[in-house]
């Protein structure tokens, strides 16, 4: 490359640096972070149904609420029904509780009827009073809804998109209106929420009698202030409640892990990314050194845009971000590894640390694409943290690639005139002791692919095995459980939490309302247990009274678990589909076996340890997914780059050595991803422990399913379409 446009790509990417560093450093200094019911507590809204409605109607009014707080912008809420009549609400962080309850009260039963006259019904646009004729349409026909300022007049109105027989259903209605003189009340058509007329505007002048107004949407028009736009838009959106809710309880909880957990939480995430940061230094020397400081831009960077979005950060989400730095070392370490091997066959550091980045490129852009697909699909289809997860996930990869092919590759440009007189200050100089101990050796992996796939057969077996000799333990969130509500003369939540583990119960959740009240959530209990939990907590306040002790139903739906595995598996048939396309149909399917082969495993681990599966380890799996399929990508990018050069070779061998060279590349990537697991796992709170054990288990899964189960499928799918050629 000429100089004066080395230098010209240079200040571009400076300058491109320099400005989201300083706009990260801006929103991190002005803006406070939305802290989750696990590290600050928040509302607790307890909503009731009518009498005779059932079971299956407050699941389903449950749903739609989930919806709307959705809507709402609050995420990680904890929604479960208590009884057969109630739903207890917890919103982390909601800075006004009264708008939180109208909206999700309002039943939102949506109705399209004819005016057929002067009446007694006020309406909410115009102020006069009419008659109204039968239900023309119902909230059935709506598919969506959005607010927009009014451009021909005052206010704003909100835009409704009809679905299936709605478009007809609202031609025929306002044909029928267009029939009478513009003026008259009967050419109106009104809009109808929870019996209240909201708007009835008159059809148009210019639509002819019986042919009525055609199209797939309309406009409710009411002079709306903006807020109050949105929040019809919002509850037409959400859709209807099946039954009307009541709010019967309202009241601020405490976080419901202590003071002690963050602590111990915090100090070993620190260790965790410090012990990181000082095994690539010693890895890669000053190039290291420059791949830490690239690492704490990139979180500054992931950090400013999770407060930019007003996201909620929970402590787990708080452990997976930083398992996202551990994971963003990845592509570091593939530039750095690139590089070395460029060193090796032309000694000259800059040119090969050019080369470095742009052999990288397509296997660090292929790895963050499939996992964009993935989080851009979970936050699509699915709903509550999952949801979350996604947005969470897209911001970690994005930061990620500006990280290390933007801010490492200007700092290298910065210190390279040192390193060129200097090339072993670099670390890149030499291929490394891993590299250079396995090319001497002569390996031949893949000569008998079969060996490999039993033996991965064979994990599987005992995996499935814990399935049905164990079972796997689900938690409150998936069963349900109790919710027992005790008031004392005085609450220290951190201890009835130690109370409650010395008695058995690790995994209740602890809530304090006020300094009086403690909420105690369990899975299914018996009495006999019930008991045990009162002792524990009596022995930890000193004496306290039983207020309620009622059954609840899991957090995390039917619905929900069923949106959240269709949106995954259509996530892993988007990644399919990009593989297919960019590499090979047998390349992309072999990733997905290795994905489900990890996900069997985690599953079967957890089985056979008799750990508890809930949200945290749902949070566990997908991050294991995504870095599952980041591992087999990496190396078959390697593949697909040995087989332009090595056609005339057998494909396992070609396989072979992909695996091979992409060792050092997953072996530091590893270690760096297991300091911050194994500081999470030793020093942090028990409440981690879980969450760290899913993902220690889930890396190492990931990364031994490449070469157990990854490669050798790929190399069998080969030989058997080549057999049938």
């Given at each position: 490359m000429p100089r004066s446009s080395a230098r010209r790509e240079l200040l571009t990417r400076g300058l491109l640096s320099l400005g989201v560093l300083v706009a990260s450093a801006f929103i991190l200094?002005?803006?406070?972070?939305?802290?989750?019911?696990?590290?600050?507590?928040?509302?607790q809204i307890v909503l009731e149904t009518p009498s005779e409605a059932t079971a299956d109607n407050t699941d389903r009014a449950l749903e739609v609420l989930r919806r709307r707080i959705d809507e709402l912008g609050v995420a990680e809420p904890v929604l479960a029904r208590s009884g057969d009549h109630r739903i207890v609400v917890e919103l982390p962080g909601v800075q006004d509780p009264a708008e939180a309850i109208d909206v999700l009260g309002r039943t939102a039963q949506l109705a399209v009827r004819p005016v057929t006259g002067p009446g007694d019904v006020p309406t909410g646009d115009a102020g006069d009073l009419v008659a109204l004729g039968p239900v023309a349409m119902t909230g059935d026909g709506i598919k969506g809804a959005q607010a927009s300022p009014n451009q021909q007049g005052a206010g704003w109105l909100v835009t409704v998109e009809f679905q299936g027989d709605a478009p007809a259903t609202w031609q025929r209605v306002t044909g029928e209106a267009a029939c009478f003189a513009p003026g008259d009340p009967q050419r109106r058509v009104a809009f109808v929420l929870d019996g209240e007329v909201v708007s009835a505007p008159q059809v148009d002048p210019s639509v002819p009698c019986r042919t009525g107004m055609i199209g797939t949407s309309t406009q409710i028009t009411g002079k709306f202030a903006q807020a109050e736009a949105q929040e019809l838009a919002l509850v037409i959106r959400s859709g209807a409640l099946p039954v009307p809710v009541e709010v019967v309880e309202?009241?601020?909880?405490?976080?419901?892990?202590?003071?002690?957990?963050?602590?111990?939480?915090?100090?070993?995430?620190?260790?965790?990314?410090?012990?990181?940061?000082?095994?690539?230094?010693?890895?890669?020397?000053?190039?290291?050194?420059?791949?830490?400081?690239?690492?704490?831009?990139?979180?500054?960077?992931?950090?400013?845009?999770?407060?930019?979005?007003?996201?909620?950060?929970?402590?787990?989400?708080?452990?997976?971000?930083?398992?996202?730095?551990?994971?963003?070392?990845d592509a570091n370490v593939l530039v750095f590894e690139r590089s070395r091997e460029e060193y090796a066959r032309r000694k000259r550091?800059?040119?090969?640390?050019?080369?470095?980045?742009?052999?990288?490129?397509?296997?660090?852009?292929?790895?963050n694409v499939t996992t964009l697909l993935a989080a851009g699909l979970l936050f699509w289809l699915a709903t509550g943290p999952v949801k979350g997860f996604g947005v969470t996930l897209s911001i970690g990869v994005i930061a990620s690639l500006f990280s290390a092919l933007v801010l490492t590759r200007v700092l290298l440009r910065l210190a390279m005139p040192l390193l060129e007189r200097r090339p072993a200050w670099?670390?890149?100089?030499?291929?490394?002791?891993?590299?250079?101990?396995?090319t001497g050796r002569g390996i031949r992996l893949f000569q008998r692919p079969r060996r490999w796939l039993l033996a991965a057969g064979a994990v599987l077996l005992v995996a499935l095995a814990g399935l049905f000799v164990r079972g796997l333990e689900l938690g409150v969130e998936f069963t349900g459980g109790r919710m027992i509500d005790y008031t004392a003369s005085a609450v220290d939540a951190g201890a009835v939490r130690a109370e409650l583990a010395a008695a058995g119960f690790g995994d209740a959740v602890v809530a304090t309302s006020g300094d009086t009240g403690v909420s105690v959530r369990t899975g299914p209990i018996d009495e006999a247990a019930a008991a045990r939990v009162a002792a524990a907590v009596d022995r930890a306040t000193g004496g306290a009274t039983q207020v309620s002790n009622e059954l609840i139903g899991p957090s995390l739906g039917a619905e929900l678990r069923r949106n959240a595995v269709i949106a995954l598996a259509?996530?892993?048939?988007?990644?399919?589909?990009y593989l297919a396309v960019r590499f090979d149909w047998r390349l992309g399917l072999a990733t997905v076996v290795a994905l489900v082969t990890d996900v069997v495993v985690l599953v079967g681990a957890f089985a056979w340890m008799g750990k508890t599966a809930d949200g945290v380890f749902l949070a566990a799996l997908l991050t294991v997914i995504g870095y599952s399929v980041n591992d087999?990508?990496?190396?078959?990018?390697?593949?697909?780059?040995?087989?332009?050069?090595?056609?005339?070779?057998?494909?396992?061998?070609?396989v072979g050595s992909a695996v091979l060279q992409t060792v050092p590349r997953?072996?530091?990537?590893?270690?760096?991803?297991?300091?911050?697991?194994?500081?999470?796992?030793?020093?942090?709170?028990?409440?981690?422990a879980d969450f760290a054990t899913a993902l220690l288990v889930g890396v190492v899964a990931g990364t031994i399913s490449t070469m157990l189960t990854?490669?050798?499928?790929?190399?069998?799918l080969h030989h058997r379409a080549r057999g049938r050629r």
């Open positions: 200094l002005t803006s406070q972070p939305r802290l989750g019911l696990d590290l600050r507590g928040g509302t309202q009241r601020t909880v405490g976080p419901t892990l202590g003071a002690e957990a963050i602590e111990a939480s915090s100090r070993a995430a620190v260790v965790g990314v410090a012990l990181t940061g000082l095994f690539l230094i010693f890895v890669y020397r000053l190039a290291g050194l420059i791949a830490v400081l690239a690492l704490v831009g990139y979180a500054g960077l992931s950090y400013a845009a999770l407060l930019a979005i007003g996201a909620t950060l929970t402590l787990p989400g708080l452990a997976g971000f930083v398992l996202a730095i551990g994971m963003a070392v550091l800059p040119r090969s640390v050019d080369q470095g980045f742009k052999g990288a490129f397509s296997a660090v852009a292929d790895s670099s670390g890149l100089h030499d291929l490394g002791r891993v590299r250079t101990w396995l259509i996530a892993v048939a988007a990644q399919l589909a087999s990508v990496v190396v078959f990018d390697r593949v697909r780059e040995l087989r332009k050069t090595r056609q005339k070779d057998p494909y396992a061998d070609v997953t072996v530091n990537t590893g270690i760096g991803v297991l300091f911050v697991l194994a500081a999470l796992l030793v020093l942090g709170d028990g409440s981690l990854a490669a050798p499928v790929a190399i069998a």
